[in-house]
């Protein structure tokens, strides 16, 4: 191990019950690195934060902070560890100074240590206006930075926050990612959030997780490439053309030209007025295909009415990898179907667990028999993964324009879009293997 | 050990940051008055004939029980349910020293309102009234059993509380045990059988503490008490421990 590896995770697990939170875990973040961990609601960012930070125990696997094994040595890895916890948890009675006064005192720093860092800390949490005041009259804006400046005032060189931004108006969001990055300038950062853009502004880097599992891990233009595909959106005229007495194209000649250009993969119509024909384009990432659809348009004496080159965004691919998971969830796939973490289960997973009872019931039906999985049929299963992800963007892209603006309709599109990859799965992957494992699993944890 | 010392700190200004201790002074004294000279049984201290303090600290006792129910229950229930345990357990902190020192600043406001209960035999035979020769040796006995009574009861009151996120819960299970432990007398009164009347007798806390506010101190009683107090904390600190596991 380098010494430069500040967070360490090996193969995490954690099971609440039979629920597994986290399934086998492993990242490792450097020193001066911030590193963004993502993953939708109930994925296991905060389970894995409570084990780094020694508030729970892993059910299996190991984790280092600062080289020191989280189960050993709690103590010490609490002492290089500001963390901030979900929702900033203060004492409401409190006010901020003496709560700041509390945790020094709580890490043994001395009365002259505490105030020359508490004015470091004043000037970078922005907390002067407040100092005095009881912590329960608070915005949330605020208590999130008291939260920060807490994390901070052992001056720590590891800084675990979770979620510091939820709940927050935009523009609190925006100033407590900026005290991020000024933080994060000369220590070690690892910041849980589902927010994407805050990725963009503070990390580098980001650990995709998702139902308990690391989906991605590496530098945010790596994770952007996995998507592997640009977009480009092509607006022609439908009644006019360069010319004043051309004849104005059909969209099918429109859609043969464009097809014919080379690199293309596939292209779709998008629905737009009787004014204009608008085509979405596919092709690799690493050409650009602009300068040949310019010269097609203007070949044919086209009118080009907008022309627009998209790489995908880490929205898309956050969307692609962590969906990946939810429809290989539904389909009842081994490994993938576990629950979200009963200790931090949201509003939103509510929905997600009724589809496990529903699952667990079938797999009770299925199986009356235990039977252990081979590692092939893992590995097949493993693939079918991939394939997943894979396919998924393509697919979604497909219909990325509506998706882009309204959440709700895709999640119905998704619905919709369910029953296939799950009949075909059943296909090709072998069912029965797939309800025993769960069971086999449970007879484990048990 | 600075550790606990500063959680004890924090929960004894948490406590008095509510009315808690505030009440307790203003309506507790009146009406642990009320009950000694009027109300206590046998018509209270003015008919009972003697200068006899017992009556006053099964009393001041049973008072004990109340508050520690009332002050107990927010310490663990409260911070399980707004997160803040979270917060504190991962400063560089043991669990037992979040038991102890939780348990001390709490048993602290217990004691500061016992010591005021010390005013009714300090006024009342010391200054300004002086109602006669009093033995001072069993009312320190008595004390004594009473300081010990409320320590077992602190420490029942935070495994409840550490078991449930609900302070009312916590409050409840809490009161109905200590109202068990500290009113055993009236039960046992009313209870033929002579075995239950035995382990009834065994497990109350006020036939203790009376038999000490008559001066006599036995190593059985502080030792009873004592080994609850201990029992309770070890056990809370096991529910404590057990979040890691769960």
């Known amino acids: 191990m380098a010494n430069d590896v500040m967070i360490e995770a090996r193969s995490l697990s954690k099971l609440y019950g039979s629920y597994r939170a986290l399934d086998r875990v492993s990242f490792e973040v450097r020193k001066g690195e911030v590193v963004g961990f993502l993953g939708p609601n109930g994925a296991g960012k905060s389970t894995t934060m409570r084990i780094l930070t020694c508030f729970i125990s892993a059910t299996a696997g190991s984790a280092r902070v600062h080289g020191l094994d989280v189960f050993d040595d709690p103590l010490v890895v609490r002492q290089k560890i500001g963390y901030l916890p979900q929702r900033a948890p203060l004492y409401g009675e409190m006010t901020v100074w003496d709560y700041l006064k509390f945790c020094s005192e709580m890490r043994g720093l001395e009365d002259s240590t505490f105030r020359t860092r508490m004015k470091r800390i004043v000037e970078v949490c922005g907390l002067a206006r407040v100092l005095g005041k009881d912590i329960r009259t608070l915005s949330h804006g605020y208590r999130q930075r008291v939260g920060l400046g807490q994390a901070l005032v052992h001056d720590p060189p590891i800084l675990i926050l979770d979620e510091p931004t939820s709940d927050l108006d935009p523009n609190e969001k925006a100033e407590v990612i900026r005290y991020i990055q000024e933080i994060g300038k000369n220590r070690t950062v690892l910041l849980s959030t589902h927010n994407l853009a805050e990725v963009e502004a503070a990390c580098a880097r980001a650990i995709i997780v998702s139902k308990g599992r690391v989906v991605a891990d590496g530098p945010l233009d790596e994770i952007r490439a996995k998507g592997s595909k640009v977009r480009y959106v092509v607006i022609v005229h439908e009644q006019r053309t360069l010319k004043s007495d051309g004849k104005p194209p059909s969209a099918q000649e429109v859609q043969q030209a464009l097809q014919a250009l080379p690199g293309v993969t596939s292209i779709r119509e998008l629905p737009t007025d009787d004014k204009a024909h608008s085509f979405e384009l596919k092709g690799p990432l690493a050409s650009d295909l602009r300068p040949e659809i310019f010269q097609l348009v203007v070949q044919k004496g086209w009118l080009l009415l907008e022309m627009r080159r998209e790489t995908q965004t880490l929205e898309d691919v956050f969307k692609a990898l962590t969906r990946g998971d939810e429809i290989g969830d539904r389909g009842g796939k081994p490994g993938l179907g576990w629950s979200p973490a009963a200790g931090e289960a949201d509003d939103d997973d509510e929905e997600e667990d009724e589809e496990e009872e529903e699952e667990e019931v079938k797999a009770k039906a299925v199986s009356a028999k235990p039977a252990k999985v081979t590692p092939a049929v893992e590995e097949a299963e493993d693939e079918d993964e991939e394939d997943d992800d894979e396919a998924e963007p393509s697919d979604k892209e497909a219909s990325s324009d509506e998706d882009e603006d309204e959440d709700e309709d895709e999640d119905e599109d998704e619905d919709e879009k369910v029953p296939e990859p799950a009949a075909e799965k059943a296909a090709t992957a072998p069912k029965k293997p797939a309800p025993s494992t769960r069971d086999a699993n449970k007879k484990d944890e048990a | ?246």
Request: proline share 3%; hydrophobic share 55%; net charge positive.
């Open chain 2, 1 to 246: 050990m600075s550790a606990t010392i500063t959680i004890a700190r924090r929960e004894l200004r948490a406590s008095f940051d509510t009315a808690v201790p505030y009440v307790v002074l203003c309506l507790g004294l009146p009406v642990l008055a009320l009950f000694f000279f009027k109300a206590g049984p046998g018509g209270g201290f003015w008919q009972a004939g003697r200068a006899s303090m017992t009556e006053l600290i099964v009393l001041v006792s049973r008072g004990v029980a109340v508050l520690a129910s009332v002050l107990t229950m927010r310490v663990m229930a409260e911070e399980r349910r707004s997160g803040t345990l979270e917060m504190l357990i991962t400063l560089p902190v043991k669990d037992h020293q979040v038991i102890l020192g939780k348990f001390l600043g709490t048993w602290l406001v217990v004691l500061a309102a016992i010591a005021f209960s010390l005013l009714f035999p300090l006024m009342m035979f010391k200054y300004p009234w002086h109602l006669g020769p009093l033995a001072w040796g069993p009312v320190a006995a008595g004390y004594l059993g009473v300081v010990l009574a409320s320590a077992a009861a602190v420490s029942i009151g935070l495994l409840i509380s550490s078991m449930t996120e609900s302070q009312i819960i916590a409050y409840f299970v809490t009161f109905v045990i200590l109202t068990v432990l500290f009113a055993t007398s009236f039960l046992v009164d009313s209870i033929d059988n002579e075995s239950a009347r035995l382990v009834l007798n065994f497990i109350s806390f006020d036939v203790r503490v009376r038999s000490m506010a008559r001066g006599l101190i036995t190593t059985r009683d502080v030792l009873y008490f004592l080994s609850i107090t201990l029992l309770c904390l070890m056990a809370a600190f096991r529910v404590l421990e057990r979040r890691k596991w769960a």
